[in-house]
């Protein structure tokens, strides 16, 4: 034991060495070099990688292998080049991103804004998954579309899958009793269900409908492909750049080098992104913050889920939003969501923060990315407005609640089990046994009410009457252009509409120019560091496991089903999405 005692000092100086070295490393490589932009440039921009709503990694973030890119960051760099004339041409590389609907089309019209500057739009398309649905549809806002030899990219339509889980319990002796309102709240079906009910039918079908309109109504205003013939090539499943380029979906293959306007003098995105946005006349009268609602919403202040990611932590973010609200040089707020909900318990207290910023005279207002559904669109509804991306998905309010019964598995492994208890409902929240009447009673009646309060929050929230909130809840999921539709929305529109609508709220034109800080500030080098010596296993948050599940091409709703499993507590109700919607 005193042999252990002795080598932990010597253990601890190696550790501070390496992560010192570590720290060095980050930081050099994340020092980019200026750069001299000449007349007649072709900016080249890699899009590729895992896009999110969050800030730059931390340092920590960064050792710990956090490989999440800020998707403001590649608006911003697009933005710089929109109003550049020294840059003539932007070429784009897409790979795959991982990104939603929402993140697609705001992505798509930052390259439109890049063509009405007058810069020449090129894509070149790197091909390897087995949907480019969403690939296509960023790229066809380009002037040119090309695809490197050999790409794999089927444009053969869209799909949902969804996935039911109701006979799996049984096989290990497990049931699963469950309590909700709403009859869209489909996240229930899929859990201990085994087919799709008629009311998920009609919404899914209506969420695909819409997918399938926005793809169609893109393609043909860039490519001039009418609906009609759109779907004859869709059918015709076009899989490979060369079928695509036979029906008129590509205007070429080649390589990235070999393209005609590559031969200028070329900048490279991550040099590009130096340029002083002053030196090309970049002159803003008003400051925003911005704060991320990323991931699964829970309580507390933790700076990342379990698996890594963004996390849409209740005080964290209000600290963020009263932080804001008390700085004379902040002039508005954007809250960006992209998060499927969580925890009712947080969505409340963040809700109540946004409302007591707005008593404050501070203005706030929403910008969807990809999802504000349940929780998330709790918290949303308490904002000034709300803006979304179209392609985005919204609502779903609606309650649920899960209960386990693990009185079969025990019987399968032969464990006993003696309930001692005091008080005729002592067992409602026993998982060794089935729920009682009582016990159903009792849920049901929590559930009600917190289904109660949600609709009410967003009656106060949006101005509208709790009955036409109750109309258009039910657990329901919509698509941004049917939010808009039935009043949970107020505008169509990404980051840019929501700075414009802050602009306009301070009486300024829409076109003046702004800057926008991220709440809460990073953690200086010293306090990461202390939070790291404090946190003790923060190196190893990453198991094997996790690491190992995340790289198998799992279906999406399993992925999301992991989070909410690993993020959220199960042993209270939850605002979560209708079901596991993902549009490939």
Do not use: C
Not at 535 to 554: F, Q, V
């Amino acid at each position: 034991m005193a042999g252990r005692e002795k080598l932990r000092p010597r253990r601890r100086y190696v550790y501070l060495a390496v992560l010192a070295a570590l720290f060095l490393f980050v930081w050099s490589s994340g020092q980019g070099p200026s750069v001299n932009v000449v007349q007649g440039s072709t900016l080249l921009v890699q899009v590729r990688g895992n896009y999110v709503e969050a800030a730059s990694p931390t340092l920590l973030g960064r050792l710990l292998g956090d490989d999440g890119k800020p998707f403001v960051s590649l608006l911003s760099l697009f933005a710089l080049a929109e109003r550049d004339d020294r840059i003539d041409t932007v070429v784009i590389q897409l790979g795959s991103t991982g990104i939603g609907w929402g993140k697609a089309t705001e992505l798509r019209n930052a390259i439109g804004r890049l063509r009405d500057a007058g810069r020449e739009t090129v894509v070149i398309m790197n091909g390897g998954s087995f949907s480019a649905n969403r690939a296509y549809y960023i790229a066809s806002a380009a002037e040119k579309i090309y695809a490197v030899p050999g790409s794999v990219l089927p444009v053969v339509g869209l799909a949902a899958q969804y996935l039911y889980f109701g006979n799996t319990w049984e096989k290990f002796g497990i049931g699963v009793e469950a309590t909700k309102v709403g009859r869209y709240k489909g996240a229930v079906d899929m859990i201990i269900g085994t087919e799709m009910s008629e009311p998920l039918r009609e919404m899914s079908n209506a969420l695909l409908d819409s997918a399938e309109q926005r793809f169609a109504s893109a393609v043909e205003a860039s490519r001039g492909i009418n609906r009609e013939e759109l779907a004859k090539i869709i059918d015709a499943g076009p899989v490979t750049a060369s079928q695509l380029l036979e029906h008129g979906l590509l205007d070429g293959i080649s390589h990235v080098r070999h393209l005609d306007v590559m031969q200028r003098d070329v900048i490279h995105g991550k040099d590009y992104r130096n340029v002083d946005p002053v030196s090309i006349g970049f002159d803003p009268k008003a400051q925003f913050a911005l704060i991320y609602g990323s991931g699964n919403v829970v309580t507390g202040s933790a700076g990342r889920s379990t698996s890594g990611g963004p996390i849409f932590a209740s005080d964290k973010v209000s600290d963020a939003l009263f932080a804001a609200s008390k700085n004379p040089e902040i002039d508005g707020i954007i809250l960006r969501i992209d998060s499927p909900g969580g925890s009712p318990d947080a969505s409340e207290f963040v809700w109540q923060t946004i409302m007591d910023v707005r008593e404050t005279g501070m203005p706030v207002v929403v910008s969807v990315s990809d999802v504000a559904a349940s929780a998330a669109y709790y918290i949303a509804s308490a904002a000034d407005a709300i803006i979304i991306s179209p392609g985005a998905l919204t609502g779903s309010i609606g309650v649920f609640s899960v209960r386990p019964n693990f009185e079969g598995l025990m019987e399968k492994l032969d464990v006993r089990v003696e309930t001692l208890s005091r008080g005729a409902h002592a067992d409602f929240a026993s998982t060794l046994k089935p729920m009682s009447d009582g016990a159903r009673e009792r849920m049901d009646t929590i559930v009600r009410e917190i289904y109660e309060l949600f609709i009410t929050r967003v009656a106060t929230g949006r101005n509208l009457e709790v009955a036409q909130v109750d109309t258009v809840g039910e657990g329901r999921v919509w698509s941004a252009e049917q939010a808009l539709d039935v009043g949970l929305v107020d505008e169509l529109g990404g980051l840019k509409e929501a700075v414009e609508w802050l602009l306009r709220k301070n009486g300024l034109d829409k076109d003046t120019d702004a800057s926008l800080v991220s709440y809460p500030a990073a953690l200086s080098v010293t306090a990461e560091f202390a939070e790291l010596l404090q946190g003790g296993t923060l190196l190893m948050s990453r198991a094997p496991m996790d690491a190992a599940l995340d790289s198998l091409p799992l279906p999406n709703a399993l992925v999301t089903l992991r989070s909410w499993v690993t993020d959220l507590d199960f042993n209270g109700p939850l605002l979560v999405p209708s079901a596991l919607i993902e549009i490939q």
